[in-house]
Each structure stands twice: as structure tokens, then as C-alpha cells.
């Protein structure tokens, strides 16, 4: 008898922000496969749980990814309940077909629980629609990070393509994506949000243009960047109590 590991979404940090249906997994898993960026709180959940940290660590993705099929298989042959816990939701860049299809190739059974992905938590953040009517009506959600020896994508023909964008595991390579974006015609005043930690007491939210993504820094947590004319008005806001700030530190 085999069990059924579930690839289950932890959102973006809160744990209040889990499905009902994974923290009722948590709380009954009795193996918990977790990626790095999964936070306490959300772990405290799965009580019973032997919990087992798979965070991958950078370019060695390929033969950690083949472990961690294998480890999943070997806990479902001895488990009733196995989760593979996944930030934000597991079918977004979070590596999820390599999972399924492995294991279900070897008959395993598989069930996906959605999460709330981290455009959408920090959009909730922001307070502002990523599809705000009379600006924008299609949004990309990217990423330029390909993992050795597969091929390119069309992130930057997309971004171009799409109204708003939310650039995944972007903000290591801020100068790259504004200079790409930029050269293949996306406007240098273009507003960004580069939103940090979404949806957690430490997030970090900074408006700038496109032209000035590079100079923002962040404190290294996982940081999304949102670009459109959706960020409009926010942006304007941004500068304006920047410029009172400025004014009144000068006042004697
Ligand atoms: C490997 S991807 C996984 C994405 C995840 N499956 C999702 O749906 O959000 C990791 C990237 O997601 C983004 N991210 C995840 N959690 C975030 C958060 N709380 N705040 C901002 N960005 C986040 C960052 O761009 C980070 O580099």
C-alpha cells in the first residue's frame, strides 16, 4: 500500500493565508517535505509531522531535484500522509511537474493543493489590481531565471506583451532585467513595485521607474518585482511624500 503525497501550495509566508484544505493536511501529514523559504509558523502546523528541510541550493538544481523525487517515493511507500509543502502556490515556477510526474510514473498517487502565489499576495499588499480597469488587461506573470542547460525563455517579448508583470526570482539580476527590458523598448519610466517578504511583519514595499530598478536595494528576503502603469499613481504618492520628507528635514 502506497500513500499520497500532496504537493501542497504555503503561500507566501502568513500562515493565515494557507488553504483550509493544507493546513488540514499539515495537521495530518506525518512526513513534511518543506523548501527553504517556509516559515515557522506555517511548519507549526504540521505538529506530527517529521519535518525535512529540501531546500535546493543553488546551481545544483538538477541533481537535487532527482534526490528529492526519490525521497518523496520512498516516504509515500511507508506513510499514509506525505506533503511536499511548496512557497506560494506549487504550480508556479516551484518545480512541480519534475514531482508529479516522477512520481506518478511510479504510481504513487498525487494531489496538488493551490496557494496563493506571491503576484497575488503582494498585489493584496499594495492595495493595487493587476488588472485595474482602464490600464491594464493582461498581466505576465516571469521569470529570466532558467536553470543550466535549458533553453531561454521569451520573458522579456512577454513582459513587453502584457500590460502588468510580475517578475519571479528577479530581484539578484535587477540590472540585467531593467537593461533587457529597456533595450527592447519597454519605457525607462515605466513604474515598478519591488515588493520584499509580501504578506509577512518584515515586507519592504519601494516605487521607483524601470531606469531605476538597480539602484533599490532589498534586505534578502524573496523579492518580487511588479511593473506597469497599474503602479502609476502609487508611485507618484511615493515621490511626493519623499519630497515632504526631504522638505521638512530641512526646515530649522
Ligand atoms: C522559486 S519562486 C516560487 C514562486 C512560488 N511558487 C509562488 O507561487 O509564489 C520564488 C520567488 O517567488 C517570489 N516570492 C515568493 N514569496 C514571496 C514573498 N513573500 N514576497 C515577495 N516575493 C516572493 C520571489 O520572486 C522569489 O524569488
Not at 495530518?28 to 527553504?36: K, P
Not at 511624500?241 to 530649522?252: D, E, F, K, N
Amino acid at each position: 500500500m502506497s500513500g499520497t503525497v500532496y504537493l501542497v501550495g504555503a503561500g507566501p509566508g502568513a500562515a493565515d493565508l494557507l488553504t483550509v484544505r493544507a493546513a488540514r493536511l499539515l495537521g495530518e501529514a506525518e512526513v513534511v517535505f518543506h523548501d527553504a523559504l517556509i516559515t515557522e509558523d506555517v511548519l507549526s502546523l504540521a505538529s506530527k509531522a517529521e519535518k525535512i528541510p529540501v531546500g535546493k541550493r543553488s546551481g545544483r538544481h538538477a541533481t537535487a531535484q532527482r534526490f528529492i523525487n526519490k525521497r518523496l517515493a520512498d516516504a509515500a511507500r511507508g506513510h499514509s500522509v506525505v506533503v511536499r509543502l511548496k512557497g506560494g502556490d506549487p504550480m508556479l515556477f516551484g518545480r512541480a511537474h519534475e514531482e508529479i510526474s516522477y512520481l506518478q510514473a511510479r504510481g504513487v498517487r498525487v494531489e496538488v493543493v493551490p496557494g496563493v502565489t506571491a503576484a497575488l499576495a503582494a498585489s493584496a499588499e499594495l492595495g493595487v489590481s493587476l488588472t485595474r480597469r482602464g490600464a491594464a488587461r493582461t498581466v505576465a506573470l516571469v521569470t529570466p531565471r532558467v536553470a543550466a542547460g535549458e533553453r531561454g525563455s521569451h520573458w522579456v517579448a512577454s513582459v513587453l506583451a502584457a500590460d502588468t508583470a510580475a517578475i519571479y526570482m528577479g530581484a539578484g539580476e535587477a540590472l540585467a532585467i531593467a537593461a533587457a527590458l529597456i533595450e527592447a523598448g519597454k519605457p525607462a519610466s515605466t513604474p515598478i513595485a519591488l515588493v520584499e517578504d509580501a504578506s509577512l511583519p518584515e515586507m519592504r514595499v519601494q516605487y521607483a521607474t524601470l531606469e531605476a530598478l538597480p539602484r533599490l536595494a532589498t534586505a534578502g528576503g524573496p523579492t518580487l518585482i511588479l511593473l506597469g502603469e497599474v503602479y502609476r499613481e502609487a508611485l507618484s504618492e511615493a515621490v511626493a511624500t519623499l519630497r515632504r520628507r526631504g522638505q521638512a528635514s530641512q526646515r530649522p
